[in-house]
């Protein structure tokens, strides 16, 4: 059971992380982390780094495939390189996902045209301009294995599902007890639907280096 996990500089550390903890136990799994150099890949604000311990051009078969996001992601549209990787790949998995806005990188690549897909809430416009049918679901299923996860936190969810889709419902759940996922949040505010406007104000006002400003989302479309 391999699992590859691309990286790239600028990508959110939770969208790997939090699958990577629970598909790690998966059985007989082997997690790939590969980037086009191997090495420290950092993440979004260049603070924290995940080793790529091979070369995309050392992985050139998976069983899953998951793309993270982040502003990375964005940036890697134009990676040609990147995504005939992702194609390539694509063409030899059983399960092809993606997180928050990695989303992008398998619309670009054209994996999702016409398909149902899910993205974080500031993408939703570049995520329909490549042809894919926008959906609020926290994680959304399509034919031929692809499963995509909203924004972040939402890959431990999906992580979840594909490990009940692969080893089965006492296995995904035994893992959910196992990282003890048991979300209380102190705050009802974790979609865009339901935040309040002075926190999406907050964010639109935010400094670009800390993650903001995340303007013209189309998520209002969509979502209130």
Not at 209 to 224: F, K, V
């Amino acid at each position: 059971m391999r699992i590859a996990i691309p990286l790239f500089d600028g990508f959110t550390a939770l969208d790997a992380v939090g699958p990577y903890e629970v598909l790690r136990m998966l059985p007989e799994a082997e997690v790939v982390f590969a980037a086009a150099t191997p090495g420290p890949v950092l993440d979004t604000v260049g603070s924290l780094g995940l080793l790529a311990t091979a070369s995309l051009q050392d992985v050139g078969t998976a069983d899953v495939l998951l793309v993270p996001g982040g502003p990375g992601a964005r940036r890697g549209l134009a990676d040609e390189p990147l995504l005939d990787w992702i194609r390539r790949i694509h063409a030899t998995t059983t399960w092809t996902t993606s997180v928050c806005t990695g989303s992008l990188l398998l619309a670009a690549a054209g994996l999702l045209h016409g398909l149902e897909a899910t993205t974080h809430w500031s993408a939703v416009d570049t995520l329909e301009s490549f042809g894919a049918r926008y959906t609020a679901r926290r994680v959304v299923e399509q034919p031929g294995g692809i499963v995509t996860a909203a924004g972040v936190s939402s890959g431990i969810d999906m992580a979840l599902r594909l490990a009940e889709l692969i080893a089965g419902r006492t296995a995904a759940e035994a893992f959910q007890l196992a990282i003890e996922y048991d979300p209380q949040p102190p705050f009802d505010a974790g979609s865009y639907a339901k935040a309040p406007e002075a926190a999406k104000a907050y964010l639109a006002n935010r400094p670009r280096h800390a993650g903001g400003p995340l303007l013209s989302t189309g998520a209002e479309r969509h979502q209130g």
